[in-house]
């Protein structure tokens, strides 16, 4: 029995996704729950699952095809006979032919066998490909469930009907003109070295676009930067390493000590955590903090909820499983939204420094760069120290330059003393 795959609700603002891998291939094997293709959205990927047990019918969209919500992208074979549920998917017209089917079986079949070929379901998108092409739909056999013309169907037809033009010149370079053939091989490969490939961006890709421009066009972006001696944090992560990673499954990273030093800093700079709304200023007194990585399509950032209520620990294997599922193309868009300040590591990748752009309508965003042994001046002496660069843009219209200062020296404070985060003080 043919049970269509649709296209599920992925969030309120999100109505075209695109279809990305299929994971399982016409004729696999597919168990209840199973994921069968991946979508993908401007925020994030998700995923159609298999309603039952069966093997996966027809693809009837293909990786890149744009769909939205509620369109059916394929079709699942479930396990059964599959001669009862072929009655369901007859067209309205044949259903007042139903009575006549109780006359005998013989009759059934030969009824229903005769309903696809003089009265096919056409779908829409293979109604409008057919208009579009000049051709009549009802003549077109269809191959899907009930003999229903799909578009592919409607695709064949088109490339049966203008084949025998493709086909004429065939025969002539077998005959003569095979020797015109080598000057014709020289461009070609020399052109060989100068090929160019048109790939089409992705949603995520489109979107990420998107926002980075619309900061640098509605933004007044200023970058502020300082430097922080790592010494005490990585002496620190040194001393209760082990003893941290026994307790909690997990490695004490620099993040958990940035976001918590970037928690008080916000509070004593509240603009920072502040958006524009036309003309007013929303100011927040909770801490959503987005934490930038870098995910298996492209640049995410999801968020941190209430990461002031978090701990060390509990900031750090969100983190970790942030990571895990960006790499793997399966964070949920509602944890990509609503962020109110953000981090990015620049310095994982070896960047020294640089200006990162907000995330609107975030009105901050702190840059973390690579640590580097420096020397630096420490009690009248040149010591060596392990530092980093930090990057804070901000936007103008709605933090000082006076206040962005404030927010950066007390991070740098913060990370250069972590008790005084333990302290408060």
Known sequence: MPV????????????????????KQPGDPVRKDEAVVVLETDKATVEIYAPADGTLGRQ???????????D????????????????????????????????????????????????PRVMPAAARAAA??????????????????????????????????????????????????????????????????VVPMSLIRRKIAERLLQAQQTMALLTTFNEADLSAVLALRAQYQEAFQARYQIKLGLMSFFVKATIEALKEVPALNAEIRGTDIVYRNYFDIGVAIGGGRGLVV?????????????????????????????????????????????????????????????????????????????DGQVVIRPMMYLALTYDHRLVDGREAVTFLRRVKDLVENPARMLLEV
């Open 4 to 23: 269509e795959l649709v296209v599920p609700s992925v969030g309120e603002s999100v109505t075209e996704v695109e279809i990305g891998d299929w994971l």
């Open 60 to 70: 009837l969209k293909v990786k890149g095809d744009k769909v939205k919500v509620g």
């Open 72 to 119: 059916v992208v394929g079709t699942l074979e479930t396990d059964g006979p599959p001669a009862a549920p072929a009655q369901p998917a007859a067209t309205p017209a044949a259903t007042s032919a139903a009575p006549a089917a109780p006359a005998g079986p013989p009759q059934a079949a030969t009824a229903s066998s005769a309903r696809p070929a003089t009265e």
């Open 132 to 197: 579009q092409a000049g051709l009549k739909a009802e003549e077109i056999p269809g191959t899907g469930p009930g003999g229903r013309v799909l578009k592919e169907d409607v695709q064949r037809a088109l490339e049966a009907k203008t084949a025998p033009p493709a086909t004429k010149p065939a025969p002539e370079p077998a005959a003569a003109p095979a020797p015109t053939a080598p000057p014709a091989t020289p461009p070609a490969a020399a052109a060989a070295g100068r090929e160019e490939e």
């Open 302 to 378: 999801p968020v941190l909820r209430h990461a002031e209520r978090l701990s060390f620990a509990e900031i750090e294997r969100a983190i970790a499983d942030f990571a895990q599922r960006a790499r793997e193309n399966k964070l949920r868009p509602d944890e990509l939204v609503g962020g109110t300040f953000t981090l990015t590591n620049g310095g994982v990748y070896g960047s020294l420094l640089s200006t990162p752009l907000i995330n609107p309508p975030q009105s901050g965003v702190l840059g973390m760069h690579a640590i580097q042994d420096r020397p630096v001046a420490r």
